[in-house]
């Protein structure tokens, strides 16, 4: 699975976002899909899943702000971000695997497939 995200920029703090995750290489109903994002100086940390078994996870600083959605018709997965704060300045990464369990979905070393990442910046 080959993924490519993209959408990142600079928005001011309470604007919103929509970050997409191309994915190519195979069927894209038969993967799982999640977000991550590494601040600068932080480790990697997790932002959201949907498994296409069914379930949606966020993470608690992301929960009511952050929506993530799939269109499996375009092999496509967004991340909507809404009411963005300075803290949510990072670089976001895609990833993607053929199945996760919601077990270990938070957890980066379960996702086998990586995208290079999109910056995204929220000035205050």
């Known amino acids: 699975v080959q993924l490519q995200a993209s959408g990142g920029g600079l928005v001011q703090a309470g604007g919103s976002l929509r970050l997409s995750c191309a994915a190519s290489g195979r069927p894209f109903g038969g993967v799982d899909m999640g977000w991550f994002r590494q601040a600068p100086g932080k480790e990697r940390e997790f932002v959201a899943a949907?498994?296409?078994?069914?379930?949606?996870y966020y993470s608690n600083s992301g929960k009511g702000r952050f929506i993530i959605s799939k269109d499996n018709a375009k092999n496509m997965v967004y991340l909507e971000m809404n009411d963005l704060m300075p803290e949510d300045t990072a670089v976001y990464y895609c990833?993607?695997?053929?199945?996760?369990?919601?077990?270990?979905?938070?957890?980066?070393?379960?996702?086998?497939?990586w995208g290079q990442g999109t910056l995204v910046t929220v000035s205050s």
């Open positions: 949907l498994l296409r078994r069914g379930g949606t």
């Open positions: 990833a993607a695997d053929l199945v996760v369990s919601p077990h270990v979905v938070r957890i980066g070393n379960s996702w086998r497939y």
